[in-house]
């Protein structure tokens, strides 16, 4: 394939792969009206399992790389880390919150990744970065402005929401030196294996009282494509744009997310937007974008892994 039929495919890979991602945002959510988000969790972690023995088995045969011990722990440190909290409180945070508010405050990942990589490896931000995480901040208490006085629902929900992305964050930070070591696709389907059993403990009294004999095959449907298709599917695909075309160039896709997934619910859940949402939207990722794509003096930076949707 030449370059320029590569570039066009990349190309519609990646928009194909925004509108999947900004509608998931919809679909989970309206799959956990019907069920609940614990029994979402639940089969979440029913078929991504499956999906990461399926991926180690297409890439490894029957022969999975042996890992030291040390490593085993590192990646029983990021299940309980990146699944078991980050997903947990993520799930619930999207059940109480909006599609919208779902994925702008996601989209505040790299900012948190960044402030904790200054503490934690005292790395120096350019000025631009300063500004733009004071912006993000400013932008993100205009955007919650209107919410915060409704702590039992929304507004608590929003709250969730930024502490899964700070959780997220800290498991990317985390899993740096795995990451190094092993690579990204090891070490997602070791931490997805291993966080397994614990998350099906923990949503299973939940999930019980479900009633998924009378479950319309809607409900069915959504949550295979959500789980196996726009989460787990899209995961690849977005390994192969970043593989492709590199990470400079995919990572400001990620900016689309939040207008898509607002778009999407207004036109399938009614959401509706406020003026003073947009503008703190609008704040929130300009400040992100310069936290991430800023430069320090010295040299010009990568970005930093971008967060994608959970």
């Known amino acids: 394939m030449g370059s320029t039929a590569s ?80 997903v947990n409180v993520m799930t619930q945070a999207m059940h109480l919150s909006t599609p919208f508010s779902s994925a702008l405050i996601s989209a505040l990942g790299p900012m948190f990744t960044l402030l904790l990589v200054r503490v934690l490896h005292s790395q120096r931000l350019a000025r631009i970065q300063v500004a733009g995480l004071a912006l993000a901040m400013a932008g993100l208490l205009v955007f919650l402005s209107d919410k915060l006085a409704l702590v039992r629902t929304q507004g608590l929900g929003d709250l969730l929401l930024l502490l899964a992305a700070l959780l997220f964050s800290a498991h990317t930070v985390a899993a ?43 409900i069915w449907w959504a949550l295979l494509w959500s789980l196996a298709v726009a989460s787990f599917a899209g995961w690849l695909a977005w390994g192969w744009l970043n593989d492709h075309v590199g990470v400079p160039r995919t990572a400001p896709l990620l900016y689309l997310l939040p207008p898509v997934a607002g778009l999407i619910s207004w036109m399938a859940l009614g959401e509706s937007f406020t003026h003073l949402k947009i503008v703190g939207a609008l704040m929130a990722g300009i400040g992100v974008a310069a936290t991430q794509f800023g430069t320090l003096p010295a040299r010009k930076r990568e970005p930093l892994p971008p967060e994608t949707p959970t």
């Open 176 to 218: 740096t030196r795995l990451l190094n070591r092993h690579g990204v696709t090891l070490v997602m389907a070791y931490s997805t294996l291993l966080a397994m059993a614990p998350m099906l403990l923990i949503n299973a009294p939940q999930a019980r009282l479900v009633p998924w004999a009378s479950l319309p095959a809607s």
């Open 7 to 86: 570039n066009r495919l990349a190309l519609v890979v990646a928009l194909v792969l925004m509108l999947l991602w900004g509608s998931n945002y919809s679909v989970q959510k309206a799959v956990m009206a019907q069920i609940g988000p614990s029994a979402m969790v639940f089969v979440r972690y029913l078929i991504t399992p499956a999906c990461a023995i399926a991926l180690l088995l297409w890439q490894f045969g029957l022969r999975w790389p042996r890992l030291e011990r040390r490593d085993w722990l590192g990646l029983a440190g990021l299940a309980a880390l990146g699944h078991i909290a980050h």
